[in-house]
Each structure stands twice: as structure tokens, then as C-alpha cells.
């Protein structure tokens, strides 16, 4: 079946430098994924709408110049979070829709740790 | 896009059949209910979509009443492996994949 690979799956970065996370759709296309955070104990949290040849669509209060997002081919979409503070480490997710309602396919995640 | 409300919070025993009720008065006429199932630092997983009535897989059933202003997902003689947050969510094919997720239910399955 579709599958959605997320790499790493857990980093561990000095406060400061830059992290970036990776999606991957191994077996079918993605022109759109989707970006989420989650804290410990909490929901998940939409972050951005990564469109594949196009600008991102970020959610309200997330900065988009913190949260770069990227999809330069119909496979591959990446998050990277820049000058990293600790109240940036989070679980961080990708998902990549299957059907046109509300089905998908998520990464297995990346325990981001900003030290 | 819909509201869920769902209990924070539910235990059970290992064998017995678990019923998780979803609230979502507002949902629209092309709406579908879904199921999601976290585990801890794992991405979720789909488990169940239905639009109305009853639906069936191997995993678990959905039980949608004619109103559709809840659902009730059924998991049939659950084991420790089912702990697990479930999230209910509600939507239609205009949203293209994009989910917004509730508080969930945290299942704990005790021995």
C-alpha cells in the first residue's frame, strides 16, 4: 500500500543552527502534503499546506520565514526549521492525502529536540 | 470544517468490546466521519470512514445514526496493543487531505 516516509526520525540541534525534515510518498504522487506539530500530551496542530511547484499556504501564527517548506517534485516535500529554539522542539508530521476527502497517509514522524 | 467532541479519556480490559463516541452537530450534507489511531511518536493511522449507517473492515466498525450528529467507533475485543490516542475527525472532498484534528481519546487497555 502508499506510503509516506519521514526522515529523521528524531534530531537533536544546538539553538540557533537549522533542521530539516523530510517527506517522502514512496509509491504514489503528492502534489499536496501537509505539515503538523504536536506537543506532548496534544493534539496535532496543522502547520502549512506544501503545494508541489508552488508557494506554501501557512496556517494562522505560523511564521513562515521560521518554517520553510519546499516541494520540488511530486514526491518530496521538506520542512525546515530555522534558527531553532528550544520552544521549537516538537513532534513534527507530514501527511499526504490518499482520497479527496479525508483519508490519508502519514509519516511516521520527527521528535525535533533544540537544545 | 466540522467540531468533534469526544471523551478525553477512556479505560478497558483486555477482551472486552470498546465504544467510542463522537459528537459533531454541525456537520454538513457531504461530510465524512473518520477515524484516526495514534500511538505514542508514531504518525496516525487511518483506521475507518463512513458517511452513514454502519460500516465494517477488519479493524473496527463505525456506527453513524440517520441524524449523522455522532458516531460511535467500535473496537471488538480489544487487546494491550489498541492503547492508543483516537482521534474523530469530520470533512468532505473539498478540503483535499487537509485534516483538522480534535482533542482525541486517550484508550488505555489494561491487562
Known amino acids: 500500500g502508499a506510503v509516506v516516509s519521514q526522515h529523521p526520525s528524531w534530531v537533536i540541534c544546538k539553538s540557533g543552527t537549522s533542521v530539516k525534515i523530510e517527506c517522502r510518498s514512496l509509491d504514489f504522487q503528492a502534489t499536496t502534503m501537509f505539515w503538523y506539530r504536536q506537543f506532548p500530551k496534544q493534539s496535532l496542530m496543522l502547520m502549512a499546506t506544501?503545494?508541489?511547484?508552488?508557494?506554501?499556504?501557512?496556517e494562522q501564527g505560523v511564521e513562515k520565514d521560521k518554517f520553510l517548506i519546499n516541494h520540488a517534485s511530486l514526491t518530496l516535500s521538506t520542512l525546515t526549521v530555522t534558527s531553532a529554539h528550544p520552544e521549537d522542539s516538537s513532534f513534527y508530521i507530514c501527511?499526504?492525502?490518499?482520497?479527496?476527502?479525508?483519508?490519508?497517509?502519514f509519516g511516521q514522524g520527527t521528535r525535533l529536540t533544540v537544545v | 470544517l466540522a467540531k468533534t467532541t469526544q471523551p478525553i479519556s477512556m479505560d478497558s480490559y483486555e477482551g472486552q468490546e470498546v465504544n467510542i463516541t463522537c459528537s459533531h452537530n454541525n456537520i454538513a450534507t457531504n461530510d465524512y466521519i473518520t477515524w484516526y489511531q495514534q500511538f505514542p511518536s508514531q504518525g496516525p493511522r487511518f483506521i475507518i470512514q463512513g458517511y452513514k449507517t454502519k460500516v465494517t473492515n477488519e479493524v473496527a466498525s463505525l456506527f453513524i445514526p440517520a441524524d449523522r450528529k455522532s458516531s460511535t467507533l467500535s473496537l471488538p475485543r480489544v487487546s494491550l496493543s489498541d492503547t492508543a490516542v483516537y482521534y474523530c475527525?469530520?470533512?468532505?472532498?473539498?478540503?483535499?487531505?487537509?485534516?483538522?484534528f480534535g482533542q482525541g481519546t486517550e484508550l488505555s487497555v489494561k491487562p
Open positions: 506544501s503545494n508541489e511547484g508552488s508557494k506554501a499556504t501557512y
Open positions: 475527525l469530520v470533512g468532505d472532498y473539498n478540503q483535499g487531505g487537509k485534516l483538522i
Open positions: 501527511s499526504a492525502p490518499i482520497t479527496l476527502n479525508t483519508e490519508a497517509f
